[in-house]
């Protein structure tokens, strides 16, 4: 999957298993929902292992494949009286399921770790929440395709700034 399609498709899983809570993704200057609601955190992303780089191009791109891993933290909201606690503790059931291992399948990831429901207080506004949190770890291959032209000709020259041979490489075989 390409890198920006992480989150959409990290949403879209989540959505799978759980389909009547409400998934945002962080940082996205927008209003706070109504509670419960499940905000969704990529927290850090590196790669592991060695990338596989395309030698050859295909009509002039050139293919790049790095294996990911990522942090991620869901933190359901809620106060007191809400579902967010529950809902926490459903969704690490269905995480460590195999259902909930397929349907991250189909979307493009595989999930290696998923810890406990943690539980804090937050204030907001005049209110106190409660933040249920879970903290996994992703798994998935980042494809890219980089255009990059085919070299056609070379030109060598000396250090006098004279040709001295002109190279014109073909394509095929």
Not at 58 to 77: G, K, P
Not at 107 to 121: H, L
Not at 138 to 163: C, R, S
Request: hydrophobic letters at 35%.
């Amino acid at each position: 999957m390409a890198s920006s399609d992480v989150e959409v498709n990290l949403v879209t899983a989540l959505e799978e298993l759980m389909p009547t809570t409400q998934f945002i993704l962080w940082s996205r200057n927008g209003t706070e929902p109504k509670s419960p609601y499940c905000m969704v955190m990529l927290l850090a992303t590196g790669n592991t292992g060695g990338a596989d780089e395309s030698l050859f191009q295909d009509e002039d791109n050139q293919h790049y494949t790095s294996n990911i891993v990522s942090a991620v933290r869901l933190q359901f909201m809620g106060d007191s009286k809400s579902t967010a606690y529950p809902d926490a503790e459903r969704l690490k059931l269905l995480l460590l399921s195999w259902n909930g291992r397929s349907c991250f399948y189909r979307n493009g990831m595989a999930i290696s770790d998923v810890d406990g429901v943690k539980r804090a207080s937050v204030v907001r506004d005049t209110k106190v929440y409660i933040a249920s949190t879970i903290d996994l770890t992703l798994h998935y291959n980042n494809y890219e395709d980089f255009e990059q032209p085919a070299i056609e000709t070379v030109t060598v020259e000396d250090g006098l700034g004279d040709t001295i041979e002109t190279i014109i490489i073909e394509q095929g075989g």
